[in-house]
């Protein structure tokens, strides 16, 4: 487990950090000198039994145990240090790696899985992991080496002593297995019923407003009751079961030195050894058998690490998108959907089923069609954060897949419902989509987006901070925020998820203006929830149900679309 | 509520916590015990020749004394849990409890992801306290002097080289303390913000794809994370080297109290046995104090959980009113404002907002986005708290309504929709447990939600949550419109409760809510100003003042900002958007 705790550093970082090495290097040096005095204690005893000491020696003794503890603690300055350094590097490392990771992976993967139990192994697993790192490797390699090396000592002193005094530790270790046994069965259980209560929890908390107002509150805290008590009884369950087996480790560790003493006088008869052997034996073995404890409990929480470790692995595990080997490039921007299925991972219905259709380049197409008919997700199909199920989309005739991710953004933007704004300054979030674009070309986007004018009025200006999800922007704000990213990036194909949120007519028409330059010259797919605003589009798709039920421009559909013509007519109406 | 401190979760549960820290120092005393057995048959073996079964005797007195150390230190260990989760899961329920007493405009600005790391991790943080540190800080404070006391009674001089090193050890703690709780501070803050952008980047991933950005060149993602490696980098230098130095210094003693044994006992002052029982004993007699620094290191670590918690424990009192009873459940109430102000961070949000909505009638609440309407459906639903005036209900101040006799009367539809996990049928039954199957459908049928419950495989025991069906943002809107009506509220608050809906249900809708014939008050914003054309009183809210009141035809004549407001509307854009007339898309 340690080994495999060791190699897990490499696995995660792809790399091992020298001063990790070098840190472990020391150490070992650091545990020789923690070690070395017991040697000097041994002769000192031993003199002062035989009643051979003289004073020449004490002072000998003392200046050498004083250069040895100087010896110590210039080995503990080099090697803490650098394990410290090299743990926290190469954990930061993994981190970024993982992130990485995460963005290769299908956004299926991602969406279908617990939200807060992707960002615990994020963060809270690999802190475990790194805590571990920094801060127990010095304990595993002091607290073992030291006993270790005395053993060794007291073995090519006396070895039938020294083998009595090792008895109890196979014992211990039979405790200290089942104990670890016992906590982790205990730990999984408790690990269930956490994610139970955190989840119930967190309900609770987000729906407590909506719960007074409905005067339920009363009922949940019954049910959140019992699931604290339910926490509870998990919680010491884990602390308490295994309590007497690792009571029974720290007694067997600390009892080798009594039967070395019961069984070693018996040898005493034979002349096989010598009183004061025994009793340097003893007083040599029992403070240093004692620090196993320490090392016992080390390995108890290892298990814990093991255990992240084990969930950022399944994490890394995950397959990335198939990328291909040589990406091929579209030299012209229709869109074509071939026979197209996609279904959720966790969904037995199609979201979309047996899509076909081509939409020419430089044309501005429009989905309509009540919520719920799958127009979000055939966006999303075509930014490929999803792979179809079935079926083939080309852009230029070239399969997505071939185009491979890391290629598609130059041909690809999409502007988000949500607009996806990040905390940083109003220009990072800018040039997100063109990293290297110049301060004028940047101020002149947001004008023709319509957002120079209000991010002029900012006491920062471009440099504003935006906070969380830019919640310090009006939705109308965000929404030419994200316009002007995309115009910046400037792609030839254009998705637009037009936002739905409550805007008033006058910031509408700004956003409008916002779009309208946003969507010249470029092959442009819109959600649209006015039809008013499209009906000049080259092609509008009607959807329902996840099947595309009629496609055609404006007056054609009029005619032939039941659909359209009932969703046109209640529009005009209102 | 009284101050809420350290003591208050020790009175949580006394005996336990109590008796773990007594069995605690027991145990500490009792590792002492083996030593004092070795001592003795030390001198035993240094006889000429040794009793061996006397010796025998000691070595099964150590054996008992090894155990009977155990045995304590497990029933320390035990006592000490069963209290600290005893006392853990008593301060979630008070913490729960004093956020459902809290004023509902306290916690609106509270985010639940951060009330529930309160709540579980802050308060889980207390088990290591409670459990480890407590028991553990009382044997560091009894054992080590006991040990001392003992050692001087065997050698006083001895026993005084065996302290030497301590003071020098707490010097160099206090250096490194000093400065520490910035740093800790400091660190705290980072581990907080780099959480905060990781959680952002999966948020965030649609984006970071779509825009060929990764991991590294994501925001400050890989900022983040490497200024923890700086910072370990900077400061783990000073830091680890004085806790190396102080775990040193207090396992150094030997390197005094050796010589000086050999030496005394050269001199005749004190016997072999005696030199032997300073060498086992003086080593040990510091190192519970190790133990004692770590944990206070993780005190000052737990210090930003304790003051979260008694931030959420401390700040809920209510003022308990002698309330008269309250008007009758079932007529429609009237709503009346007078005077009403509102100002967040000194900006006022509203300014001098008077008006009445009509028992029975409905009111609508337009204006351009930022014109304060969301922030008025807050103030009446007591989800913000008005600075001044007055906000009245049947003709009583909301302040003077039991909290829970008003929520009952109030049927609220935010704009932000919350379901809770269960079935749509759990969900609408939340608002009336009593409801039959009728009243139920009849409720989602006004709320257009009936047609599209139907047609989910399920139909009303379809699941929601994480998992379960994906609604629309519209249906989920529909679904908390049904939630609200069932309740056959007095006052209906809607918060462009039609915002996500297709015109077709928006128009339903309304004509549901405007012709139903129980006719209870409801108050409205809306951003469609055909809507508002159907209610009966509308109010036009500009910067957080009323600038008109009336019937739609009224304003259209007399309201500049009304006007305004219809003719962005009536043109309703197409593109390219019409522009005026000379002027080309600056563009390109």
Same mark, same amino acid.
């Given at each position: ?33 923690? $070690? ?49 350094? /090299? ?65 060794? $000592? ?94 029974? $480790? ?173 905390? /940083? ?49 009006? /939705? ?99 | ?588």
């Amino acid at each position: 487990m340690l080994l495999n705790f060791l190699r897990s550093g490499k696995e995660l970082a792809g790399y091992t950090d020298p001063r990790l090495r070098r840190g472990l290097a020391w150490s070992v040096a650091e545990a020789i000198f923690a $070690f070395l005095p017991y040697p000097l204690i041994y002769i000192m005893i031993d003199r002062l039994l035989t009643g051979t000491l003289i004073l020449d020696e004490v002072v000998a003794l003392g200046i050498a145990l004083f250069l040895v503890l100087i010896a110590r603690l210039f080995c503990a300055h080099i090697a803490t240090p650098a394990l410290f350094r /090299g743990a926290y590097a190469m954990m930061g490392q993994a981190r970024l790696r993982i992130a990485a990771h995460l963005r290769e992976v299908p956004l299926g993967w991602l969406s279908s899985q617990h939200s807060g139990a992707l960002s615990a192994t994020l963060t809270r697993d690999l802190q475990i992991i790194e805590e571990l790192w920094s801060h127990s490797l010095g304990v595993f390699c002091g607290g073992l080496l030291v006993p270790a090396l005395l053993s060794v $000592f007291l073995l090519w002193m006396d070895w039938q002593l020294g083998l009595l005094m090792l008895t109890s530790l196979p014992i211990a270790l039979a405790f200290l297995i089942g104990g670890q046994w016992v906590l982790m069965r205990q730990s999984d259980k408790l690990a269930n019923v956490s994610t139970a209560v955190n989840t119930e929890l967190l309900e609770y908390l987000q729906g407590m407003t909506v719960l007074r107002s409905l005067g339920q509150q009363e009922a949940y805290r019954v049910r959140l009751f019992h699931q604290f008590s339910r926490l509870r009884s998990a919680a010491i369950r884990l602390d308490v079961w295994p309590a007497p087996l690792v009571g029974g $480790f720290g007694f067997a560790v600390e009892i080798g030195f009594a039967i070395a003493i019961g069984l070693g006088v018996q040898l005493l008869s034979t002349g096989q050894t010598t009183s004061n052997n025994i009793l340097l034996f003893a007083i040599l073995a029992l403070p240093v058998y004692r620090q196993l404890y320490e090392v016992g409990l080390a390995f108890l929480l290892l298990r814990f690490a093991d255990q992240a470790l084990q969930r950022t692995r399944a994490l890394l595990a995950v397959r990335p998108m198939a990328q291909p080997a040589t990406p091929q490039q579209p030299g012209h921007y229709d869109i074509t959907f071939d026979a197209v299925k996609f279904c959720y991972p966790d969904s037995s219905t199609p979201t979309l089923q047996g899509l076909s259709f081509t939409l020419e380049s430089d044309s501005l197409n429009a989905l309509v069609g009540p919520s719920g008919a799958g127009k979000t997700t055939l966006l999303q199909l075509i930014a490929r954060l999803w792979d179809v199920s079935e079926g083939s989309i080309r852009i230029g005739g070239v399969d997505l897949r071939d185009i491979g991710s890391q290629h598609l953004p130059r041909y690809v933007s999409m502007v988000f419902q949500d607009a996806q704004l990040f905390s /940083g300054s109003i220009l990072e979030n800018l040039r997100a989509g063109a990293p290297n674009a110049r301060r004028e070309d940047i101020e002149q986007v947001a004008r023709q987006a319509q957002a120079h004018e209000f991010i002029s009025r900012l006491p920062l200006q471009y440099d504003t901070l935006l906070e969380e999800n830019g919640s310090n922007l009006s /939705g109308g704000e965000r929404q030419r925020l994200s316009i002007a990213r995309a115009l910046l990036k400037d792609a030839p194909i254009i998705l637009l998820d037009e936002a739905t949120a409550s805007i008033d007519a006058t910031t509408e028409r700004s956003i409008h203006q916002a779009l309208s330059c946003l969507i010249q010259g470029r092959t442009v797919i819109i959600i649209a929830h006015k039809l008013n605003g499209i009906r000049h589009a080259d092609r509008i798709l009607v959807m329902a149900e996840g099947e595309l039920v009629a496609q055609g421009d404006h007056a054609w559909l009029l005619g032939h679309s039941p659909l359209y013509a009932h969703l046109w007519a209640q529009e005009r109406q209102d | 509520m009284k101050k809420w401190g350290l003591l208050s979760l020790l009175a949580m549960a006394p005996f336990s916590l109590g008796s773990a820290s007594l069995f605690a120092v027991l145990s500490g005393l009792a590792s002492l015990l083996p030593f004092y057995c070795l001592y003795r048959i030390a001198e035993l073996l240094s006889a000429a020749t040794p009793d061996l079964d006397a010796v025998q005797d000691w070595v099964l007195y150590a054996i008992f004394a090894v155990l009977l150390r155990w045995t304590l230190m497990s029933i320390s260990h035990c006592l000490a849990h069963l209290g600290a989760f005893d006392v853990i899961c008593r301060l979630r329920l008070r913490l729960l409890d004093a956020l459902a007493n809290a004023p509902l405009s306290r916690n609106s600005g509270r985010n639940s992801a951060d009330l529930r790391k309160v709540v579980m991790d802050d308060v889980g943080s207390l088990e290591g306290m409670l459990a480890h540190t407590l028991p553990d800080a009382a044997a560091a404070i009894f054992v080590p002097l006991f040990t001392f006391t003992y050692l001087l009674s065997a050698n006083w001089l001895l026993a005084l080289a065996a302290l030497a090193p301590l003071p020098i050890a707490v010097v160099i703690q206090i250096l490194m303390l000093r400065g520490g709780r910035a740093q800790i501070n400091d660190w705290n803050a980072m581990q907080t913000r780099m959480s905060t952008r990781l959680l952002e980047y999966l948020r965030v991933m649609p984006m970071i794809r779509s825009f060929g950005l990764d991991a590294r060149s994501f925001g400050q993602l890989a900022d983040t994370v490497n200024a923890i490696v700086t910072w370990v980098d900077r400061h783990s230098g000073r830091m680890s080297i004085g806790w190396a130095w102080f775990v040193v210094l207090l396992s150094a003693n030997l390197i005094l109290v050796a010589p000086l044994g050999a030496w005394l006992h050269a001199r005749g002052e004190v016997s072999a046995s005696t030199v032997v029982l300073f060498l086992l004993i003086a080593p040990l007699m510091l190192q519970p104090l190790m133990r004692l620094t770590f944990a206070l290191g993780e005190q000052q670590r737990r210090n930003a959980a304790l003051a979260r918690i008694s931030a959420l424990l401390e700040n809920t009192d209510m003022a308990v009113a002698e309330y008269a009873p309250p008007p009758p459940l079932d007529s429609p109430h009237t709503l009346e404002l007078r005077n009403v102000y509102f100002t967040r961070d000194a900006r006022t949000v509203l300014d001098n907002v008077t008006f009445t909505a009509v028992a029975g009638q409905t009111t609508a609440i337009v204006g351009a986005s930022g014109a304060g309407k969301t922030t008025l459906l807050r103030l009446i639903a007591c989800l913000d708290e008005i600075s001044d005036g007055d906000i009245l209900l049947a003709g009583r101040e909301l302040r003077d309504w039991p909290l829970s006799t008003l929520l009952e009367r109030l049927g609220v539809v935010p704009q932000e929709v919350f379901l809770f996990r269960g079935s749509i049928r759990d969900n609408l039954l939340l608002a009336c447990p009593s409801a039959t199957e009728d009243q139920l459908c009849e409720a989602a049928k006004l709320a257009q939600a009936h047609a599209f419950i139907e047609r989910l495989p399920e139909g009303y025991d379809t699941l929601l949550g994480e998992r379960g069906a994906q609604l629309s943002g519209g249906e989920r809107q529909r679904l908390t419109l049904a939630r609200a009506i069932l309740r056959k509220p007095c006052l209906l608050l809607l918060d462009e409760a039609t915002a996500h809906a297709d015109n077709d249900n928006a128009n339903l809708i309304h004509q549901a809510l405007l012709g139903s014939e129980d006719g209870c008050t409801v108050v409205m914003t809306t951003h469609r100003l055909r809507t508002a054309q159907q209610a009966d009183h509308i109010i036009v809210l500009d910067a957080g003042c009323v600038v008109g009141q009336g019937h739609h035809d009224h304003l259209l004549a007399e309201c500049h900002v009304y006007q305004k407001l219809w003719q962005d509307q009536q043109s309703t854009m197409s593109w390219p958007p019409p522009l005026p007339d000379g002027e080309s898309p600056q563009c390109s």
